[in-house]
């Protein structure tokens, strides 16, 4: 299902669908924004099906209760969360709209690539791993943004094309990026949840 979210710093369109014949998706996502700051979430629980929901959802409803705390607090909150489930691995990028800066952390296979509209793409390192309670130190970057950078966030059901490079460079839209990439999707055998996005596009 594609979904337009029109927040006042930032457009962002997602796509989320459930692997073929599973009623339900492992993966979850979350988007949101205030006066500050614009955050956004992807979360694939480990496995399939149910267990990996559960883990999934757990992990998005904690970002939505503490959504305006740091995004290192968010990471240490999920993981506990995740204790006594199956796990999942998470990524969160937040806008930092006073400092222009964009704060990315993450824990296991989620796709990142920004691309500002003067420069070469930057694609945040990733970390191994998962979470699922245990004690573990997680890892952010800054990333300096501007107006009209764009990015693209996706679970491990996406397999990325070189090809999208050309649909994020100067996109239109995130809409009409979001159905480039979903029209050159070949496969689509796992849960799949994909967030274009463009820094401040009505300024
Ligand atoms: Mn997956």
Known sequence: MIKHHQLDDMEVTSFHTAKKGNWCSGDAYYISSDDDYVICAVADGLGSGEEAMEASSAVIRCIE?????????????CNNVLLNTRGAVLTIIKLDIPSKEIVYSNIGNIGCIFYPPSGKLVRPIPSRGYMSGRRQKFKSQRIQYEKG??????????RFDPVFHAFMNGMPSTEKAMQQVIDSMTDQSDDTTILIGKVAPEN
Request: glycine content about 4%; overall charge negative.
């Open 65 to 77: 209760e503490h959504e305006d705390e740091s995004v290192e607090e968010l990471m240490a909150r």
């Open 149 to 158: 950078t764009t990015f693209i966030l996706y679970s491990d059901g996406l």
